[in-house]
């Protein structure tokens, strides 16, 4: 059986929502934890950096008093994501924003860093790390992250390429602590999915780009909605690491999706405004959008993955009852 920390254990559904660039916003993470999953949010869509300190401020407080208000439902623990990558100039600061906050859990992303683990612990925080291979996991917990998050093959953003089946069992031969799974998750069955192959949680976040909370413009929703895992585009151009990204917004941006040039490495940077213009003019996005046909509240998606996630084990449970009776 994995460790699952108290904090985690008490959620609607095993889902964390992840942290996506700019389209991740305080609405969207107060609706997912009122829902019952972890809501999450990159550091860096605070911009100015100050504005990180307003934005904490607005989801503790939220959080705190639907709590009070429900205290027989309460909200699940929100996440932040911090990109651990030395390029990353307000890593520092955003750190102890997060320790003033005593923010619950905090995802690292882009490099495990020992330093930081420490100071998350340092208020009783816990860190999950998202991974692409075996070899980065090692690492990470070597470091002293208390969580891993699997990300396979058909994730949206900077992706691996495992298949999701080799990547969580190889992980799970040796490490019996949290484990969240990310790549092509968009039903309440690939949720169980997910958690029948080893993983505790469901990592989710391209579907969630379709909801009205969500900081993406409408024709972005849509073109989530219209499209299939046939539109998604899998290269490093646009930041120097692979990512997946949606066609029409690169046909859009006067390339062609089928004849992209490489990149390197050095050219990923997380200061002013380069990484904002590919995320917002160059669409991040996953495999598993072909099941989203409607732009929805954020609430209302999570209720739908709860009642298939329910519908899936139910149908499991009869196949069995089947098989013993006969």
Known sequence: MSKIPSILKGL??????APMFIISNPKLVIAQCKAGIVGSMPA???????????????ITEELTAYNKKHPERPAAPFAINQIVHKSNDRLEQDVELCKKYKVPIIITSLGAREDVNDEIHSYGGMVFHDVINN?????????????????AAG????????????LIQEIRQWFDGPLALSGSIATGGAVLAAQAMGA????????FIATHEANANEEYKQTIVNSTSDDIVYTNLFTGVHGNYLAPSIRAAGLDP?????????????????????????????????????????????????????????????????TING
């Open 12 to 17: 609607k559904l095993p889902v964390i929502g």
């Open 135 to 151: 070899t980065f996991a090692h690492k990470a917990i070597s470091k002293g992250a208390d969580g891993l998050i699997a990300v």
């Open 200 to 207: 505790d949680f469901a990592y989710i976040g391209s579907p």
């Open 258 to 322: 089928d004849h992209l040039p490489e990149s390197d490495p050095s050219k990923m940077s997380f200061k002013g405004d380069a990484q904002t213009k590919v995320w917002k003019d160059i669409w991040g996005c996953g495999q598993g959008i072909g099941v989203i046909n409607k732009i929805t509240g954020a609430g209302e998606f999570v209720d739908k993955l709860y009642l298939e996630y329910m519908a899936a084990k139910e149908r499991l449970l009869q196949e069995k009852r089947t």
């Open 44 to 58: 860096l869509n605070a911009r100015p950096a100050s504005l990180l300190d307003e934005w904490l401020a607005e």
């Open 155 to 166: 994730a949206g953003g900077h992706a691996g390429t495992k298949s999701p089946f080799a």
